[in-house]
């Protein structure tokens, strides 16, 4: 920064030129940015009556006055520098100048700024010395001293005039109007334009600015530093993108590895399938042929055409199952082959993602650096005109320039912090697990015991659990009741530890609260009897809306129920106390509303499955697979109620498997007590049953699919834990 003692010969040529014309600046004019331009410049860049103009340098856009760019605030300072700077090159170009006094041309000697003209050196002799100019004094200047290397811009300050008024340019102004933002005024003005303004005296309102400047001075270098700083993290910031880009795609390409290795192990797996069963039938074959065998020696003659027959027989048997087996296994290896191309497709896919969003944020880290390339050239602007400012110790200049000066440090320093918030997030870049591809379905079934429990320590001592949902990373979501005003949104992993957690404010004390991933990051969620939102587990953001704004002529009783997810199309499924089932986007906008067939009375539990809906219908007990068709649906077949222990039984909830299968929780009216029951995959019949052990209160079921294959979960509240069964594969 300038001090003082700054000589004018050390100033930069460049603070001197205008960046229009690109030539020295003539009637200096200064922007609110301190950005300065010559007026007729000014006047040639901006359009005619325009009441906004951009900064050349900065872009910034500044409103202008009913003056136009003759209501721009002079540069005094630069404009003293350039006026003295031309004196000098006049007088080196030709020292024979006209004497204001004698009028004969002779060398000049000296130059009055009160006279504005030259003096030879018998009258600046005079003029110097004479009580009849005395006033004019202090404004001589010697052009002795004009190549002295110790003239400094408080020197030339020294010998300015104070400016002159701009309604009456025939005087030299003498007060301030702060209510035309300190502009120079004379005594006239103060009866006529200025009349009831704000005057002050130029002396004490320059030191008040230059108090306001020495605390902006310290901010200015604060932020000065700060985007300095700044540069270096957005190199940092460069590279750290090529390490996370780097990262990423070796973990997409040993995803890819591990799952081509499932494949080929599910190919290897069906293969020696095929080949154990076929040993098995041709060992039976071997074996039965062995015992007719024996018993045709006993009966040769008798029982010779029933051998035949029967070895027949046996032998279509085997050929129709052998082929039966080996158009599934030519039909399961055509699936893996399909899903292997999918999982190579899905790989290229997240490498071209890969690379456009590291083409993103190299875009947006670039448009940055160019950003604060220019924050800092405003810096070195406000610097040097800072430098200048305190150089001259002007009165008239500072109290011009030090409200726009700190008006400019303000504004530097807000974007210095607006401008490097997110920085860090343009180093990330991220692809998303890979898409459920065809897999092998087998026949599978509920484990007999438990096979383990997972404590979910997150989840705090008197908190609810009213329903669960599975992500397929693994992760689990769990939604209840937290308080009277709050209700909670638990996401754990397999061993229970906790990934998220989000508590919601809940109006409604006693209401349903369900949940069910939307995508890999979001889970839908509905909670205070007419609500739906969704939570964002990537920048833990949350929104909501009530169901009368989002369907039209929402009825005011009616409460939702249920809800569930379409992850292919993005949509959310709510189900509710009547035959209505609404689907809404993932800007909670309403898109469709499908009528369940008559009979169903509302959607208790609702889930996905195969292109339609499997609904749990408490009003009548009955539970149902329905086929949708735009707004209309159709029953597809009904669920077996379960006969055990003579009770009345309710469909509590239902979800499907990977391999087709459908899984429903009943519960006894009488008792509480609960059984899960699995059925086919073709209709409601039951395959299998598992009794819930003990009376816990068990509310939903969700599948998960783990390194150790699909689990079937089971959250109970007291304490709070979830019960894993396995699906294992039946032979």
Known sequence: MMASATPLKDIDEQFLQCCICMEQLKEPKILPCLHRYCRECLKKFAKEEAKKIQCVTCREQHTLSKYGIDGLKTDFNTKNIIEFIQLQDSVKVDPLRTCIHCKKKLEASAFCFRCNDFLCETCHQFHASSSIVKDHHPHIFSLSEAEAANLTIQKLSSLKVAPRCQAHPGKLSELCCTTCDNLPVCVPCTYGEHQGHILKEVASLAKIQREMLRGKVADLMQYKEKANQMQEEIRKTNEKLDLNVDKERMRAQEQLDAEQERFKKEIRNTDEELKRKQAELEGGLEAEESLRKKDLEQRMKKLREEYDLACEEGRRKVDATSKKIQEENKRDT?????????????????????????????????????????????????????????????????????????????????????????????SVVKVEGLSPTVTVRRKVGISKDVESVIDMRSVKRGWRVSDITSNTDGSIAVIGRASDDQTHLTVINMEGDLLHQKLIPTSATFCYRRCSFLTQSQIAFMHDGKKVGIYDMSDQSLKSAMMRDVITNWPSYQEVLSVTTDPANGNIIVGCYSRNVYVVNNQLQHINTITLPAGIQDAYDIAMHEGGLLVCDQSSREASAVTVHGADSQVKHEFTEPTIWGGSWWPWSVCPDQNGYVYMLWRDELTSRSVIVQYSRDGGQIEMMRVVDGNHYIQSRTSVQTKQGEKLLLPKENPPQILVYGLVTLV
């Open 334 to 426: 055509e699936r893996l082959q399909e899903g292997l191309r999918a999982v190579n497709d899905e790989i290229k896919k997240q490498h071209a993602s890969l690379n456009t969003q590291k083409d993103e944020q190299a875009r947006k880290i670039k448009e940055l650096s160019e950003h604060f390339d220019g924050i800092v050239k405003r810096f070195e602007t406000v610097t040097t005109t800072v430098g200048c400012i305190r150089a001259a110790e002007n009165d008239w200049a500072d109290v011009q320039c030090i409200p726009d000066v700190c008006r400019a440090v303000n504004l530097l320093s807000d974007d210095v912090e607006k401008s490097s918030l997110g920085l860090g997030n343009l």
